[in-house]
């Protein structure tokens, strides 16, 4: 077996000392020590360029001492191992010493080769480990760092310790800068009360958590549904991965809106169809009777048929409005500004929002969000949205959101109101001809917004909550 070979680097300006430390190093047969001398400060920093496997340095090395040198080296390399020698045992200068980074340090004159190996050994051992635990380090570091979920440490008291990039971006925290004193608390973004029991009992009893949903705050008024995990790294420290559901569940609920429209324009043609050959006859026959009965007949009953045509026509404009709401229409598609388009939209319902006081709050990004669409249409959309948010507010204190902004690529818009908002029941169904809660609503706004936006390959959502107002959501690509 071949031995390794260890290449030392002994700085000494005293050649005895040189002489009776290599005749120690002699006795030791493995490994092989390979010595190198250098007699001055300078001529070690030179020597130092070269790669040696351990640094012997004399504390005493004239004008400069061995603990500038030790500084040095370990500038070059962060985690060389270097021994100091001193000629006493002083109690301060070995302490100085180790506080710069050497790994241990000889009494000249009171070691033997036992010893020297022993300590050239751990010295090499220490610094190895101490270089690969840096590499690690840094390894994990930059996964946490260049992770693309928040990712979070914090204690038994769900107080942030450390957060990686993308959570200080989302949440807008930075566990560093608080200025409060207090830190900021992860429990404090949860939104219900139940899911912040679950993370404290969890926390109290020591134990872990895997992908629990709950709702996440960010800032005062936006919030994310997540799935949340903990994982115990030790009795008080604790790692919180955060995954945002919101885009997930946004495309899931447009995938499903875009099923549930198509469903219906297929009922609602098959309806159509069969329903418009048989009213046609009704129609027919009712016409033939009004021309055929005796006068005397139709001066007492004609009122009868006038009620049937009446009721027939009404059936057949319900059909054509529901075959009309559900079929992908034609578009005359050019190159439009939203905010252009939003603000003539918001024209059209202008004297309705002065009459009730209401407050127009614009957000609009301002550089350029071009599109292309049929610009009647589109603003015949919006005009139905807004018209809905303003029968929803209350006459003064109404306050109307109209946002617009790019984001992935989209042009997205949304419009809020602070109005009655919709029951959860009722969300399902929004979209659907003929749902309405007005007593004399038409039910069909949303059912033909929704098909102007999906004919353009755009979407739509909606957020509300029962009395806190509602936000529809709509996202159309950007001209490329
Ligand atoms: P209509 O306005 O004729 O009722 P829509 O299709 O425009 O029909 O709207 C359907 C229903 O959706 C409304 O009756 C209302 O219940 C609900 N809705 C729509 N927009 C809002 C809103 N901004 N706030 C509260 N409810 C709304
Ligand atoms: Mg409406």
Redesign the pocket.
């Known amino acids: 077996m071949s031995s390794e070979i260890i290449r030392i680097l002994y700085v000494d300006d005293d050649p005895d000392d040189l002489i009776l430390f290599s005749s120690i190093l002699k006795k030791i047969k493995e490994p092989i020590y390979k010595v190198e001398h250098a007699a001055s400060y300078e001529e070690a920093l030179e020597k130092a360029h070269d790669h040696f496997d351990v640094f012997l340095v004399d504390y005493k090395l004239g004008k400069e001492t061995g603990l500038e040198l030790i500084q040095e080296i370990k500038k070059k390399q962060k985690h060389a191992p270097v021994i100091m020698l001193t000629g006493m045992n002083t109690g301060t200068i070995d302490r100085e010493a180790l506080q710069i980074g050497a790994s241990d340090y000889l009494i000249k004159g009171e070691f033997d080769s036992r010893t020297l190996d022993r300590t050239l050994r751990y010295a090499i051992r220490d610094s190895q480990l101490m270089e690969s635990l840096d590499k690690a380090a840094v390894k994990f570091r930059s996964i946490f760092e260049r992770a693309a979920d928040p990712f979070l440490l914090m204690d038994g008291s769900s107080k942030i310790l450390e957060a990686n990039p993308i959570f200080t971006k989302k949440f807008k925290i930075e566990p560093h800068s608080e200025n409060s004193g207090l830190g900021y608390f992860f429990s404090d973004l949860i939104v219900d009360d139940i899911s912040r029991m679950i993370l404290m009992e969890v926390l109290s009893k020591k134990s872990e958590l895997y992908d629990f949903e709950a709702e996440l705050k960010i800032g005062e008024e936006t919030y994310i549904n997540a799935l949340i995990s903990i994982v115990k790294q030790d009795a008080n420290l604790f790692q919180v991965l955060i995954k945002d559901l919101t885009a997930m569940k946004a495309k899931e609920e447009e995938e499903l809106n875009l099923k549930k429209f198509s469903s219906t324009g297929r009922i609602a043609r098959l309806l159509a169809h069969e329903v418009k050959n048989p009213l046609t006859t009704i129609v027919l026959s009712a016409d033939q009777l009004q021309m055929e009965l005796p006068e005397n007949i139709l001066q007492e009953s004609g009122d009868l048929i006038e009620v049937i045509q009446r009721n027939c026509n009404r059936i057949n404009q319900l059909v054509t409005q529901l075959l009309e709401s559900t079929r992908f229409t034609e578009l005359d598609i050019a190159n439009h500004s939203i905010n252009e388009l939003l603000d003539e939209a918001l024209e059209h319902v202008k004297d309705r929002i002065e009459i009730k006081g209401f407050d127009i709050i614009k957000d609009y990004q301002t550089e350029i969000c071009n599109i292309d669409v049929d610009a009647e249409k589109v603003k015949i959309a919006l005009i139905?949205l807004i018209v809905?948010?303003v029968?929803?507010m209350p006459e003064n204190g109404g306050k109307l959101y109209l946002k617009t902004y790019i984001k992935s690529k989209q042009c997205r818009i949304e419009i809020k109101?602070n109005?009655?908002?919709?029951p959860k029941e009722?969300l399902e169904r929004?979209f659907e001809p003929f749902?309405?809660?007005?007593s004399s609503?038409?039910?069909?706004?949303?059912?033909n917004t929704q098909n102007i936006i999906l004919s353009h390959g755009g979407s739509i959502r909606v957020k509300?909550e029962e009395n806190n107002g509602?936000t529809f959501l709509i996202s159309f690509n950007l001209s490329s």
């Open positions: 139905n809905n948010a029968e929803a109101d109005g009655v908002g919709i009722n929004l749902f309405t809660s007005k609503g038409s039910g069909l706004g949303l059912t509300s509602t």
